[in-house]
């Protein structure tokens, strides 16, 4: 009787992660979580502005494909350059794969010359089952008005190979160069490819 209680209760949250998974046009779901440098920061208080979210783990082969290249840093570039608030988010769980101190976090920022706004710490990952992030790298564009844009992959090659880059769409790039010409965008949702995020 305890096994059938347990797996109804287990059964009934996977339920209501699948209902409460967040849609593209729907308002993007609120978060507060502290940076590596110790700093609290709110969905909310970026209202105004593109935000794009980026789940990470530097040991995913497929994150070190996209940062091992640049491509990762350049689309932090251009978009942090044109006032978009980029935040990677860290979900792996402590003694996982791709958990990171503040200093650990701050350390691979610099050697990696990631130009991310800020790296979100989410060890109990509250945020990332919030956003049904599944893989590393899981990506997802907030517009001014708060809504979800667009969420996915980053591009259209699903590989760890850094040269099929040049040949691929990026998805990320689309969705923010269209929105950003007040265009709709064409492809709000992809499938994300990589990495398990390593929740516990």
């Given at each position: 009787m305890k096994t059938i209680a347990k797996?109804?209760?287990v059964l009934l949250s996977i339920i209501g992660t699948?209902?409460?998974?967040?849609?593209?046009?729907?308002?993007a779901p609120e978060f507060t979580l502290t940076d590596s440098n110790g700093k609290s920061h709110k969905l909310s208080d970026f209202k105004g502005k593109f935000v794009?979210?980026?789940w990470l783990n530097?040991?995913?082969p497929f994150v070190v494909k996209h940062y091992g290249s640049g491509n990762m840093q350049?689309?932090?570039k251009e978009f942090t350059g044109k006032d978009v608030v980029w935040l990677s988010i860290v979900?792996?769980?402590p003694g996982k794969q791709g958990h990171m101190s503040p200093e650990d976090a701050n350390k691979a920022k610099e050697e990696k010359g990631s130009a991310s706004t800020a790296v979100l710490l989410d060890e109990d990952g509250t945020v990332g089952r919030l956003y049904d992030?599944?893989?590393?790298?899981?990506?997802?564009?907030?517009?001014?008005?708060?809504?979800?844009?667009?969420?996915?992959?980053?591009?259209d090659v699903k590989s760890t190979d850094a040269a099929d880059i040049a040949g691929a769409k990026n998805y990320v790039k689309q969705a923010l160069d269209e929105a950003m010409a007040g265009k709709p965008v064409s492809e709000p949702t992809t499938t994300a490819y990589g990495c398990p995020v390593k929740y516990n």
């Open positions: 797996s109804a209760v699948a209902l409460a998974a967040p849609q593209t046009g729907q308002p794009v979210l980026e530097h040991g995913c350049g689309l932090q979900s792996s769980a992030a599944k893989v590393t790298p899981h990506m997802f564009v907030v517009d001014p008005e708060g809504t979800l844009i667009y969420m996915g992959a980053v591009d």
